[in-house]
């Protein structure tokens, strides 16, 4: 196994390891218990923030690649792409939902249920669809100047650091703009 898939792989591990204790949580929906919202609440921020945005354009890249030196690979290259901007979303309406009842607000159970229960089983399928079928086609696919091309291709998209970085993002304004504050008076203080 190459770096890059035992490495990949090693990922998709610890993704499937929260999603058992996700599965954990929903559980309590069926037995009439109380479900731990803080801790369904921070597997979801976590899966939001890195897979969606590392992983999964990570991924996108090489599933591109190997659709172009395999064409039978297509359908199912363009599958999981598909899936990558599902999970997405269904992640960030979740999120939204879990955090709304962390909130107080008045969230019907079934409705939190329900969207738990779809992203955990969305989300095993996806994963399982990538290590039965993609990963060991990658592997025998894509040499080590397509793996260099990969992380070329991924760097040149990445949108680097959302607070300090050229492409900062609108949700940060406040925060550049306390800092700015913050180096305005220290700089008259001298
Ligand atoms: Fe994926
Ligand atoms: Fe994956």
């Known amino acids: ?9 090693a ?3 610890n993704f499937a390891r929260l999603l058992r204790l996700f599965e954990e949580q929903v559980m309590r929906f069926a037995a009439a218990e109380t479900p731990d919202y803080d801790l369904m609440r921070d597997i979801v921020f976590y899966l939001n923030n890195f897979p969606d945005v590392h992983h999964h ?16 690979l297509r359908p199912l290259a363009d599958r999981l792409v598909q899936e990558h901007r599902v999970i997405a979303a269904c992640g960030a309406r979740l999120l939204e939902l879990v955090e709304s009842v962390i909130g107080g607000a008045v969230v019907a159970r ?28 990658v592997a025998a696919l ?10 070329e291709a991924v760097t ?9 970085g050229p492409a900062a993002e609108e949700r940060f304004r406040r925060l ?15």
């Open 1 to 9: 196994m190459s770096g890059q898939i035992a490495a990949w792989h």
């Open 11 to 13: 990922e998709h591990l």
């Open 57 to 72: 354009r990570y991924e996108d890249e090489v599933f591109e690649r190997v659709a172009r030196l395999d064409a039978s």
């Open 110 to 137: 079934a409705e939190v249920e329900a969207a738990a229960a779809s992203y955990l089983v969305y989300y095993r399928a996806h994963l399982e669809a990538e290590e039965g079928r993609m990963l060991p086609r």
């Open 142 to 151: 894509l040499r080590e100047a397509d793996w260099q091309e990969v992380a």
């Open 156 to 164: 040149r998209k990445s949108r680097g650091d959302p607070l300090f």
């Open 176 to 190: 550049r703009h306390e800092i700015e504050r913050e180096a305005a008076g220290a700089a008259a203080s001298r």
